[in-house]
């Protein structure tokens, strides 16, 4: 199993971004898979989860009406796209997967928002 993300950067407060988990080695379309961030002296917190392209999703009570979860099973890949983006925002995101009782990571990437 591994789990790439990618589309981290610096934007200013009020920009969007657009994050890519890169999935393999499991079935990615019954998959649940979830995009969590921690943000610097804060524990990890989950931001969303989505079970496979246009399945069911669950976003955590900040972020709702500013990120949208995606996924593409042809491409085996999962989006987040964040807008509206302030500066309590920053932390290292990363996309999580549990595949036969075993929990998986991604190596994160790095979201900054300036004010």
């Known amino acids: 199993v591994q789990l790439v993300e990618s589309g981290g950067g610096l934007v200013q407060s009020g920009g969007s971004l657009r994050l890519s988990c890169a999935a393999s080695?499991?079935?990615?379309?019954?998959?649940?898979l979830r995009w969590y961030r921690q943000a610097p002296g804060k524990r990890r917190e989950l931001v969303v989860g989505?079970?496979?392209?246009?399945?069911?999703?669950h976003y955590a009570d900040s972020v709702k009406g500013r990120f949208t979860i995606s996924g593409d099973d042809a491409k085996n890949t999962v989006y987040l796209q964040m807008d509206s983006l302030e500066p309590e925002y920053t932390a290292v995101y990363s996309c999580?997967?549990?595949?036969?009782?075993?929990?998986?990571w991604g190596q994160g990437t790095q979201v900054t928002v300036s004010s």
């Open positions: 989505i079970r496979s392209s246009g399945g069911s999703t």
């Open positions: 080695g499991f079935t990615f379309s019954s998959a649940f």
């Open positions: 999580n997967v549990m595949v036969r009782g075993r929990d998986y």
